[in-house]
């Protein structure tokens, strides 16, 4: 009964060691990153969800609000801009390579920065405008855990 007590310990002490020991060496060899999960392998799907939500937004400023907006310039060109990342990015972001495309999410996020900036305080009257911006704010921030950057906030 003792003898089967030893080798049973002994045996998930060997499966423990085949299974755990392999994860803590990877994570030494990638100090800094932060084990895969599940969403990693799927940001590509994340991506084409925030660009598809930009491109709303894109769409609604140019149909709805650029012809009254008076800061047009500024705003158009940080909407250009961030639309021009997010096909960067598209091109790049590759599920089986979670890590790949990070630069060029950087390039969005500094891009949304100043859309964020330009939209703080602006916009009372045109909710459904501030609310695709939020949509496209909380998509961006949700890829920034992913990539492990920093976003850009709530406003």
């Known amino acids: 009964m003792r003898s089967q007590k030893i080798r049973f310990a002994i045996a998930a002490a060997a499966i423990c060691a085949t299974f755990c020991l392999p994860i803590t060496a990877n994570a030494q060899r990638h100090p800094g990153r932060h084990p895969i999960s599940q969403e990693?392998?799927?940001?590509?799907?994340?991506?084409?969800?925030?660009?598809?939500?930009?491109?709303?937004?894109?769409?609604?400023?140019?149909s709805r609000v650029e012809k009254n907006f008076h800061?047009?310039?500024?705003?158009?060109?940080?909407?250009?801009?961030?639309?021009e990342s997010f096909e960067r990015?598209?091109?790049k972001a590759d599920d089986r390579h979670p890590w790949a495309g990070k630069d060029?999410?950087?390039d969005v996020v500094e891009n949304a920065r100043?859309?964020?900036r330009i939209m703080?305080?602006?916009?009372t009257d045109r909710w459904?405008?501030?609310?695709?911006?939020?949509?496209?704010?909380?998509?961006i921030n949700e890829l920034?855990?992913?990539?492990?950057?920093n976003g850009i906030g709530r406003k």
């Open 40 to 62: 990693r392998w799927e940001v590509r799907r994340f991506v084409d969800r925030a660009e598809r939500d930009s491109n709303t937004f894109r769409h609604t400023y140019e």
């Open 71 to 83: 800061r047009r310039d500024e705003l158009t060109r940080a909407i250009q801009s961030m639309d």
């Open 89 to 91: 990015l598209r091109g």
């Open 104 to 106: 060029e999410f950087r």
């Open 114 to 116: 100043e859309i964020n």
């Open 120 to 123: 703080s305080g602006r916009f």
């Open 128 to 139: 459904h405008f501030k609310d695709q911006w939020a949509t496209v704010r909380s998509d």
């Open 144 to 149: 920034a855990r992913i990539y492990g950057v």
